[in-house]
Each structure stands twice: as C-alpha cells, then as structure tokens.
C-alpha cells in the first residue's frame, strides 16, 4: 500500500472538520500527482501534527478534503539544529537546503560575506522555502524549515544567540576548537560560500561564542561542506539512529 500524499496548508484549528487546498499545493495534487475524489491525503500545518483526509471534491482552482484524523508527527527531531550557510552559486543553496532539511535541520539561515560572490533576491528566497517544504514531505516529516536570508553578517551570527552550541567551519584552521562528537542540546552550524571566509569574519564569530571546527585535511566545496556538517551533527545527537 503507497503512501498518502502529503500537502502543506495553513495552520487548521483543533475541531476543522474540513478544508480546501488551493493554490501551488492543488496545482501539484491536481496536475502532477493526478489526487482524485476519494483519495486518502495527509494535511500538514507547520505545528508537528499530521491530519489525515478524505479527498470529498475537486474543483477548478482548489478541493476539498474531510478530516478524519491527526497524530503527532513522529519523524522530527528532539533536538534543534540550525543551519547557516553562506549563498551558494547556481542552485547549490537549493542542493544545500534539501538535504538539510532530510538531515533534519529545524531552521536555515543564508547569508551574504565578505567572500560570497553569490546573490539572493526575493524569488529565489521562496523557491528556497518551495525546496525545503518539498524535501519534509518527501522524507515524511511533519515541519518544513524556515529559510531566511541574512543581508548582513553580523546579524546572521546574532541570530544563533541562545543556542547551547554554536559551531563555526573555517578552512584555515588547523584544530577544531569543538568536539562535534561530544555535542547535546541545541546546535547552530555556520558554513561559508564558496570563497570560504575572512579571517575577521572568524574572530567575529569567535567573539560571539562560536567554536572553530576543521573538516580535516582535505578542503571541501561549500556544500559538501554544509551537508556533512549536518549530518555530523545529527548523528551525535542521534538523530540518525
């Protein structure tokens, strides 16, 4: 037996009985996945919970689903993990922000350094948002991770304060200053573009309570990078067991 198809929808109330599905979420039920009257569907609103449906009627532009019943999402992860990562060229943050998001990371953050040769704009922000939400139905979460783009460095550093473990990937270094190995409770991850970072981006972020961590001997591209730093993370806080 398949699966359910899962679509994201605005926040549902404790007693919905139903609700319509519209825009880009009916697009993709209707066109690409072919969803017909009588489907079994499972609605997700960003709160953790999965509602499962009945799809009663499709209609031109939308269709409505009746609830039958909601769970407690089983697949996110107990511990949070945010992801800041440096704009990539072409559709690498794309790459980035999908596999982060099967990682389970609980919030992406990209932002502009002195290094970055990359740009963000408004519409490539939201097909960011568009990836990660695709990438939690595919790997059956029940959150999607919120992508925000940082302008300014300083403030993309700032927006890790409060958590337990702020790690910091420099290429230049020849020690970790971290254990990855040893963390628990909540983790920040940074990982710069392709030009990696200025040395006084790093003391800039020492300053602010991040750890230095080396990736070893070998000096890998931005998202092999971001990609391993989470899974790294993940599996010491177990996440991947």
Same mark, same amino acid.
Not at 22 to 50: C, N, P, W, Y
């Given at each position: ?104 990371? @609980? ?34 979460? @029940? ?99």
């Amino acid at each position: 037996m398949s699966t359910p198809r899962r679509f994201f929808i605005e926040k549902l109330s404790a007693d919905s009985a139903e609700v319509w599905l519209e825009g880009e979420e009916f697009i993709h039920a209707k066109t690409v996945l072919r969803v017909e009257e009588g489907a079994e569907i499972v609605l997700l609103d960003g709160s953790g919970k999965e509602y499962s449906a009945i799809v009663a009627k499709i209609e031109k532009r939308r269709l409505l689903a009746h609830i039958t019943g909601a769970i407690d999402g089983e697949r996110e992860p107990k511990t949070e993990i945010y992801l800041l990562c440096g704009a990539l060229k072409g559709d690498k943050t794309e790459l980035v922000v999908q596999k982060a998001t099967e990682l389970g990371v @609980s919030k992406i953050g990209v932002f502009n350094s002195e290094y970055c040769s990359a740009y963000m704009n408004e519409n490539k922000l939201e097909r960011l948002n568009k990836v990660a939400r695709e990438a939690a139905k595919q790997c059956l979460r @029940s959150r999607a991770p919120t992508v925000e783009y940082f302008k300014d460095f300083y403030a993309a550093l700032k927006s890790a304060d409060g958590y337990k473990n702020k790690l910091f990937a420099c290429e230049f270094l020849n020690n970790s200053d971290g254990n990855m190995a040893e963390l628990s409770g909540s983790t920040a991850l940074v990982v710069g573009s392709e030009g990696g970072f200025a040395e006084n981006e790093f003391a800039l972020a020492q300053s602010l309570g991040f750890a230095g961590i080396s990736l070893g001997k070998r000096i890998l591209r931005a998202e092999t990078a971001a990609v391993t730093m989470c899974a790294l993370a993940a599996f010491a806080l177990g996440e991947l067991k």
